[in-house]
């Protein structure tokens, strides 16, 4: 159980255009869900917060017109990468945190996607 | 500020144990986790600790916390190379959202 999906796992698209990832928790329901971004050899930096129902929570330095989160269900958060330029080329990566035990340990991490913007 | 912080590269021979150090500042974290993630993929959970134990053991992995001195250890008995990877340490930050704040993550390198 707890398992959190990602779609795509791979993107290559053209500087200029917009890419949506999705992030979905398969047998759980959850209110919370977090994006991050990797660069190679680096580590998890998070970029926002995403509560069903409500706008998400910017961490300070990331654009919120450029990165657009959405939290439209318990169980799909999507995150939209707007005009992307190469320097947004990254591994995204979702987690989520089942709903009614967020005091709890728990958070569920996806499989990360790798976005390529040429 | 919250800051989880850790050396970067850990070389041991296949057999012995490695031992993994990291430090955090939030003293309010709630649950300090190790997770490991192999190349191109994501993250895997290996373990975690509530902040009012000292000590968690689960097969060949061992967690020591020293909350005094905000100190987060992962030690893995009879290394093999299959434990190869990349190693983050992550506190559960107090208040908010309780967002996980990660560390720049150890580099394990196993060799025969």
């Known amino acids: 159980g707890a398992v959190v999906s990602q779609h795509p796992s791979r993107v290559i698209c053209k500087s200029g255009t917009s890419v949506k990832i999705e992030c979905r928790s398969l047998?759980?329901?959850?209110?919370?869900m977090f994006w991050y971004r990797q660069f190679p050899k680096q580590s998890l930096m998070l970029m926002a917060t995403s509560n069903e129902g409500s706008k998400a929570t910017y961490e300070q330095g990331v654009e919120k017109d450029k990165f657009l989160i959405n939290h439209a269900s318990l169980t799909l958060s999507t995150l939209t990468v707007t005009s992307a330029h190469p320097e947004d080329s990254s591994f995204y990566i979702c987690?989520?945190?089942?709903?009614?035990?967020?005091?709890?340990?728990?958070?569920?991490f996806g499989p990360g996607t790798r976005l390529t913007v040429t | 500020g919250e800051d989880v912080e850790q050396s970067l590269f850990l070389s041991v021979r296949e057999g012995d144990s490695s031992v993994i150090n990291c430090t955090y500042t939030d003293s309010s974290s709630t649950y300090l986790y190790w997770y490991k993630q192999e190349p191109g993929a994501g993250l895997q959970l290996l373990t975690y600790?509530?902040?009012?134990?000292d000590m968690k053991q689960d097969q060949r992995l061992t967690v020591l916390l020293n909350k005094k001195d905000k100190h987060l250890s992962l030690r893995i008995a009879d290394t093999q190379t299959g434990d190869s990877a990349i190693y983050f340490c992550?506190?559960?930050?107090?208040?908010?959202?309780?967002?996980?704040?990660f560390g720049a993550g150890t580099r394990l390198a196993v060799h025969p």
């Open positions: 987690s989520a945190r089942p709903f009614g035990r967020e005091n709890s340990y728990e958070q569920y």
């Open positions: 992550a506190e559960r930050a107090s208040g908010g959202y309780n967002k996980l704040i």
């Open positions: 600790i509530f902040s009012n134990m």
């Open positions: 047998d759980f329901q959850a209110t919370t």
